[in-house]
């Protein structure tokens, strides 16, 4: 795993140098005084401006990603120990210890189907008015309380929209103190003073995705903000300590190859990549106040996002997430899983875009906030990948009766009508085992 993250790494670095050199951009310049000037006067309209990016290219996209995932091999392991017809139908050939459904259903054991949730419209058992003015009466004294445990539980059966922004922030410990907002301001200013090369792909990021997304366009000022501060907080690098991954280098001008001339680059240690910005997206919409709206993103992102693009075997690392995704599928709905596979459709193939971005972008921002509240309070993204195959439990009907890829996807194409809880629901406690 630390040899193929390596290796990764290796080639992320490679392709932004190549864009450095190829283009005749440095990697990070000082900005002169009028230019400093002019983006203090626009930092608050930002996505007015229109540089010209044409010639910037994104480093790499989740489908490079999956390739490097697809060839990752055990050298140790002998798959001709456990041949069984079920062997080796996915995609993903790690022998990692992934939950099944029994297991499933004891960890995620509050999203049974007798249990009120938040997210469903119907509650079999109680008035959902009822249901819904105890609950919330209950989520203010979690807030009132300060209680970061009691809210992480809480948030478990989803969270109310007026409560969400404060039981987020108090699972995530993130507070909004005068010392994070002077830690804002210092990124910014950091951001005002020097020019990254990052900061175009940033940019270039922010229009190929949020800017063309019926709901995050609005929120173009607000992600450029969040995104070139984030690039600047050695904070992140924290992180890295439990991260598979290690911070990307660059050599001071001339000085390549000597180690004491080597600095992290980006600051943060973290290349965007395509669709980095769909991570920051969805909070927009509960943080109006940028220095807030940043120390929840930051924090969403040590804890979980980092995940979903670094190679490792934690149980929430993208590797498990697919490999569960397509055990689920292949246990529970193996003859859609073997058509898909004779036609040329892996289920991966399909699934992993929706995965490595925690499915911002893909569902209404009204379900996606439904499902992140379930990330929060179970601490883990497990989650994610039993939504992408109860998704195609939902429509397994119409896939049976697809002949290619190019169709697969087009009865995947929209997800923006799903409600998420009801499907992760059935797919966890109707599934016959």
Known sequence: MRKAQASWEKRVLKSLNSMSSELG??????????????????????????????????????????????????PNYDSSEAVSSRSHWGLIH???????????????????????????????????????????????????????????QYSRRG?????????????????????????????????????????KLIYKDVKLTASNDDYYFVFEDFLYQVLLCFSRDTAVL?????????????YVQGKVDDEECAV????????????????????????NEPSKLYSVFREMYIRFFFRLHSISSSPSGIVSLCLQFERLIQTHLPQLFYHLRQIGAQPLRIAFKWMVRAFSGYLSTDQLLLLW??????????????LAAAVFAFRAENLMEVTSLASAEAVLADLSTLKVIPLIQIFLFATAI
Not at 55 to 63: E, G, H, I, L, W
Not at 179 to 197: C, F, N, P, R, T
Not at 238 to 250: L, Q, R
């Open 238 to 250: 924290e992180h890295f300590k439990y991260n598979s991954a290690t911070p990307p280098k660059a």
């Open 264 to 287: 992290v680059y980006p600051p943060n240690g973290v290349i965007p990549f395509h669709g980095f910005s769909m991570y920051v997206a969805p909070l927009c919409y509960l943080y």
């Open 373 to 386: 509240d379930r990330i929060l309070g179970y601490d883990s993204l497990e989650i994610v990948a039993v």
């Open 25 to 74: 951009v440095p990697l990070a310049r000082m900005r002169p005084a009028a230019e400093q000037k002019e983006i203090t006067n626009k930092w608050n309209e930002m996505g007015t401006d229109e540089p010209d990016l044409s010639r910037f290219r994104p480093v790499y996209a989740p489908k490079d990603f999956l390739e490097v995932l697809i060839s990752l091999q055990n």
């Open 94 to 152: 790690s022998p990692l210890n992934v939950r099944d459904i029994p297991q499933l259903r004891r960890s995620f054991s509050e999203l049974n189907l007798t249990t009120g949730q938040l997210g469903i419209d119907d509650h079999a058992h109680i008035h959902p008015d009822l249901f819904e003015s105890d609950y919330v009466q209950i989520g203010k004294k979690v807030v009132e309380d300060q209680d970061s445990a009691a809210a992480q």
């Open 159 to 199: 969270c109310p929209t007026g409560l969400r922004a404060d039981l987020w922030a108090l699972i995530l410990n993130s507070t909004n103190q005068p010392q994070d907002v002077m830690h804002y301001e210092q990124l910014k200013a950091g951001v005002i003073q020097h020019d990254l090369l990052v900061d």
